[in-house]
């Protein structure tokens, strides 16, 4: 493990569904390089959707305090500095976010909303599934950089890549 921990921050929109699976992922996969992963909404539903937690519990990854809240949490004094923040939606890209202290690396990984997803219980729980897939390849891409051998201009270049994947 690196002596520096990293913090990561994915925001979306809801922070109920996509960030949170964002959040539980690169904790499970990161903590052992150094890395610590939150999740917030530009404008938080409040609740985190079952089918998000039931989707981290399938693969073994504690659903323990998730909870939706503000982005606002993340730009207040004694906040953890991020040293990297990604939206995983359109709506939130697209918005104005506040100003990060530490001027973190930011990256677009955008994908749909699970949780807009209509039909029977096996639809909905496929489109969690498949932002599950999307995001952990994501991470695991992320993951696998040399950060500490390239240089800022390089892992921005990359990890703005890793979101067109």
Request: charge should be neutral.
């Amino acid at each position: 493990m690196t002596s520096k921990t990293h913090h990561v921050l994915f925001i979306c929109t809801g922070n109920s569904a996509r960030s949170i699976i964002a959040e539980g992922l690169f904790n499970e996969l990161g903590k052992a390089r150094g890395f610590k992963a939150y999740s917030a909404g530009s404008h938080p539903a409040g609740v985190v959707n079952p089918l998000a937690l039931k989707t981290l519990a399938q693969f073994q990854i504690p659903i323990d305090g998730f909870r939706s809240k503000n982005w606002d949490e993340f730009a207040q004094a004694g906040a953890p500095v991020m040293d990297f923040v990604f939206t995983v939606c359109d709506q939130a890209a697209g918005e104005a976010c506040p100003m990060w202290p530490g001027q973190p690396m930011t990256a677009h990984w955008g994908m749909p909303d699970p949780a807009a997803v209509e039909g029977s219980d096996a639809v909905k729980e496929k489109a969690f599934l498949d932002t599950f897939t999307t995001m952990k390849r994501r991470i695991e891409l992320m993951l696998s950089l040399p950060l500490a051998k390239l240089s800022a201009m390089a892992i921005q270049h990359e990890i703005s890549a890793i979101g067109k994947r």
